[in-house]
């Protein structure tokens, strides 16, 4: 495993992660508001 390798993985790990939480942030919000 090289350091470009693990950097790339965890690149599109934060990515599909933070979509998901991208989400929820706002449709909690929105219900809040």
Do not use: D, F, T
């Amino acid at each position: 495993m090289s350091l470009e390798v693990i950097l790339q993985l965890g690149s599109i790990l934060l990515v599909v992660a933070a979509g998901p939480l991208v989400i929820v942030l706002l449709s909690v919000n929105e219900g809040n508001l």
